[in-house]
Antibody
Framework: EVQLVQSGAEVKKPGKSLKISCKGS????????IGWVRQMPGKGLEWMGI????????RYSPSFQGQVTISADKSISTAYLQWSSLKASDTAVYYC??????????WGQGTLVTVSS | QSVLTQPPSASGTPGQRVTISCSGS????????VNWYQQLPGTAPKLLIY???QRPSGVPVRFSGSKSGTSASLAISGLQSEDETHYYC????????????FGTGTKVTVL
């Protein structure tokens, strides 16, 4: 069974760094692109970027380029989304999802990130 | 703001047919297939339709999709109470560094 399990909720202060994770299981992690999607409170879905764990090729939405870093460690079947300096506006639920035939079929459960002083 | 525009809301009575539109441009819907997602409150999105009109296994046949030019639509036939939630169209945009883009989202209400 394909599963994407994300790390737990985080509460951080502005200016702090953060790295959240998405662990895949039940399939060959290296051979499927993993994307990240943001959903701010009460708002819609925003695509942030994508990574191919096999060679760590990464692409970012222009809206998120330079704001976050997407990485992966194929040896432990885990993708990451990280911030070097959080802002209050980063408060959101973040989802990882596996790309299948140019659509996202399998999704993680979401990670709530709250940034507040 | 999103490059794919959806109506904020749509509604119907049980059993009715409801249609949700998704409007884009040549660089996204004009060139690429559309996918549709359903998101129930507090849960991750669920793929409802892919490649314009294909249903993943387990998706009820009352959900159907179509695309023409730079517009797409999702139809729910025989509306049911459990269909009351948010729906998003999505596709790839060749002008945005090959980004995936979501629509603005539509809340369907069952009256």
């Amino acid at each position: 069974e394909v599963q994407l399990v994300q790390s737990g909720a985080e509460v951080k202060k502005p200016g702090k760094s953060l790295k959240i994770s998405c662990k895949g299981s039940g399939y060959s992690f290296s051979t499927y692109w993993i994307g990240w999607v943001r959903q701010m409170p009460g708002k819609g879905l925003e695509w942030m970027g994508i990574i191919y764990p096999g060679d760590s090729e990464t692409r970012y939405s222009p809206s998120f380029q330079g704001q976050v870093t997407i990485s992966a460690d194929k040896s432990i079947s885990t993708a990451y989304l990280q911030w070097s300096s959080l802002k209050a506006s980063d408060t959101a639920v973040y989802y990882c999802a596996r790309l299948d035939t140019r659509a996202y079929y399998y999704w993680g459960q979401g990670t709530l990130v709250t940034v507040s002083s | 703001q999103s490059v794919l525009t959806q109506p904020p809301s749509a509604s119907g009575t049980p059993g009715q047919r409801v249609t949700i539109s998704c409007s884009g441009s040549r660089s996204n819907l004009g060139t690429n297939n559309v996918n549709w997602y359903q998101q129930l409150p507090g849960t991750a999105p669920k793929l409802l339709i892919y490649s314009n009109n294909q249903r993943p296994s387990g998706v009820p046949v009352r959900f159907s999709g179509s695309k023409s030019g730079t517009s797409a639509s999702l139809a729910i036939s025989g509306l049911q109470s459990e269909d009351e939630t948010h729906y998003y169209c999505a596709t790839w945009d060749d002008s945005l560094n090959g980004s995936y883009v979501f629509g603005t989202g539509t809340k369907v209400t069952v009256l």
